[in-house]
């Protein structure tokens, strides 16, 4: 059983930092590729970043390359997104994915949280 939860999201104010989490509950968490999307207010779903089992290989979209970095603690179980110098468009509800996959990417997610709202004003 593939449950994944969010946590982190909250009201932040442009240029500042916030660092969002999502945990596994499937064994063993290095088996799967994880990733994130987000979803705007009137706007499709769409990729963020992503990373392999062990977290070497990572992908990223253009708009937030250099900014947001993608993490995973396979020991603790949970995945992280690092987002600094955050933007009013950054403003979404982001979903965690994941995928039982130990290959390079990218991937087709088949798992997904519930999202966290990050709203960023300016």
């Known amino acids: 059983q593939v449950k994944l939860v969010e946590s982190g999201g909250g009201l932040v104010q442009a240029g500042d930092s916030l660092r969002i989490s999502c945990t596994n509950s499937a064994r063993p968490f290095s088996q799967y590729a994880m990733g994130w999307f987000r979803q705007a207010p009137g706007q499709e779903r769409e990729f963020v970043a992503s990373?392999?089992?062990?977290?070497?290989?990572?992908y990223y979209s253009d708009s937030v390359k250099g900014r947001f970095t993608i993490s995973r603690d396979n020991t603790n179980n949970i995945l992280h997104l690092q987002m600094n110098n955050l933007k009013p468009e950054d403003t979404a509800v982001y979903y965690c994915?994941?995928?039982?996959?130990?290959?390079?990417?990218?991937?087709?997610?088949?798992?997904w949280g519930q999202g966290t709202q990050v709203t960023v004003s300016s």
């Open positions: 994915a994941a995928e039982a996959n130990y290959g390079l990417g990218p991937w087709e997610f088949t798992f």
């Open positions: 990373l392999n089992w062990n977290g070497r290989t990572t």
